[in-house]
Structure formats: structure tokens, C-alpha cells
């Protein structure tokens, strides 16, 4: 297994990967569309070229299992620290789940933000995926707030 940094090359890999996530995220949350392909790529490229983003990658042989989108944030004035690392994205596809692939993604991402300074970092998980909140909690993640949502009639 062989994590690096992504490429503008790797867009239609990375792009395969987050369909997968925003497929599986709908069990969790139906408000999630069915994502069109040219927003999703925009958005890929878009991060793979900001310097303020880093996206990692792990291959196994010549297959992309996996992958991790970081970005340095601003925060509100209201806030101790004036900027936090926000880990977007992080997915490995099923079959390679349980074998380190996500350690060694969030290793090589936490590498990055504290080469950049940043110390705190956040991410969102929905309530009822366990099994994310479980990965995060093993990282030393700890639940800071609550989303919550209505719908008006």
C-alpha cells in the first residue's frame, strides 16, 4: 500500500472514490442529492490545486483505494485560534477497510497540517455512522457540537 500526494492526473480516480462517499452518506443523511459528475470534478480540481488543501491517495499495485482532503480554514474572530485544519473528505472503499489504509491517510494529512502550524483540527461525522465516529475517536477526536435540523411545514 503506497500513499502520496494526489494529482491533477488522479481527478476521474479521486472522482470514482467521492461518488462512493456521497452515495454512502445518503443512508445517513436524505437530504444528500445525487451528486452531478461535472460539480463533483470542478470541486476535485478546484482542491488539488489550492494551497491551503492537500489530498492524499493510497494505491494498492496500480488500483486508488482510498483517499483524504484536508484544508486550512479561517475562523471567526470570536475564536481562540484564527485558523484550524478541517479534514473534508477521507474514504477507502469498502474491501480495504480495517487494514490501516485510513491510518496511514489521516498519519500523512496530520503530517501536513502540523508542517503548516496547525494544531487543531476538526472534522464532521454523521450521529449514526459508528463506525466513523469510532475511526475519528481512535485519532483522539472528541464531539465539540451537535447539527441539528428541522423542516418547515
Known amino acids: 500500500m503506497k500513499i502520496r500526494l494526489a494529482k491533477l492526473k488522479d481527478e476521474n480516480y479521486i472522482l470514482n472514490l467521492n461518488m462512493a462517499l456521497y452515495e454512502s452518506g445518503k443512508s445517513f443523511d436524505p437530504l444528500l442529492k445525487k451528486i452531478r459528475e461535472n460539480d463533483a470534478k470542478r470541486w476535485i480540481r478546484k482542491k488539488l490545486r489550492d494551497r491551503k488543501a492537500r489530498t492524499y491517495v493510497a494505491i494498492d499495485k496500480t488500483k486508488m483505494v482510498g483517499y483524504c482532503l484536508g484544508v486550512i480554514e479561517k475562523r471567526p474572530y470570536f475564536f481562540k485560534v484564527s485558523q484550524v485544519g478541517y479534514i473534508w473528505e477521507c474514504f477507502v472503499i469498502n474491501r480495504y477497510r480495517r487494514m490501516g489504509v485510513g491510518k496511514a491517510l489521516i498519519n500523512e494529512i ?7 502550524g496547525i494544531k487543531n483540527l476538526e472534522t464532521d461525522v454523521y450521529s449514526k455512522n459508528k463506525d466513523a465516529i469510532q475511526f475519528w475517536k481512535s485519532f483522539g477526536f472528541r ?3 451537535k447539527k441539528m435540523r428541522v423542516k418547515l411545514h
Do not use: A, D, M, Y
Not at 496530520?110 to 503548516?116: D, I, P, R, V
Open 143 to 145: 464531539e465539540i457540537r
Open 110 to 116: 496530520f503530517s501536513w497540517f502540523g508542517l503548516k
